[in-house]
Nanobody, 124 residues
C-alpha cells in the first residue's frame, strides 16, 4: 500500500512561484508513474503533469506547458512540481497520484493511489 503526502501549497500572487512536493512511502517509488492533478471548486479533477517511472518522459497539460516542471528523485521517493508564472486560474487543490502503468495517464481513474491534496491559491 503506497501512501502519498503532498506539501508546499499556499497563497501566492499572480506571477509568483510555488514548489509542491509529494513524498511516497510503503512502496518502491520507481515502480510507479506519477502524476499531478488539480481540482477547482465545482469542477472535475484535471490532469496537470505526469512523469514516467525513472523520469525519462514527462507529459504536460497545454495549460501549464512552459510554466510548470515535474521532477522525481526515486532515491528519496519524492516527486516535485515547480510552478512558475502562476495565474489565478491555477487556483485549485493539487493532488499527487501513483499509477502502476508504464506511461502516465491523463485519466484520473487510471491511478491507484492518491494523496490528500494541497491547496494552491493564486491572487490577482
Amino acid at each position: 500500500q503506497v501512501q502519498l503526502v503532498e506539501s508546499g501549497g499556499g497563497l501566492v500572487q499572480a506571477g509568483g512561484s510555488l514548489r509542491l512536493s509529494c513524498a511516497a512511502s510503503g512502496g518502491t517509488s520507481s515502480s510507479y508513474t506519477m502524476g499531478w492533478f488539480r481540482q477547482a471548486p465545482g469542477k472535475e479533477r484535471d490532469f496537470v503533469v505526469g512523469i514516467s517511472r525513472i523520469g525519462g518522459s514527462t507529459y504536460y497539460a497545454d495549460s501549464v506547458k512552459g510554466r510548470f516542471t515535474i521532477s522525481r528523485d526515486n532515491a528519496k521517493n519524492t516527486v516535485v512540481l515547480q510552478m512558475n508564472s502562476l495565474k489565478p486560474e491555477d487556483t485549485a487543490v493539487y493532488y499527487c497520484a501513483a499509477d502502476r502503468g508504464v506511461v502516465p495517464s491523463t485519466n484520473p481513474a487510471a491511478y491507484d493511489y492518491w494523496g490528500q491534496g494541497t491547496q494552491v491559491t493564486v491572487s490577482s
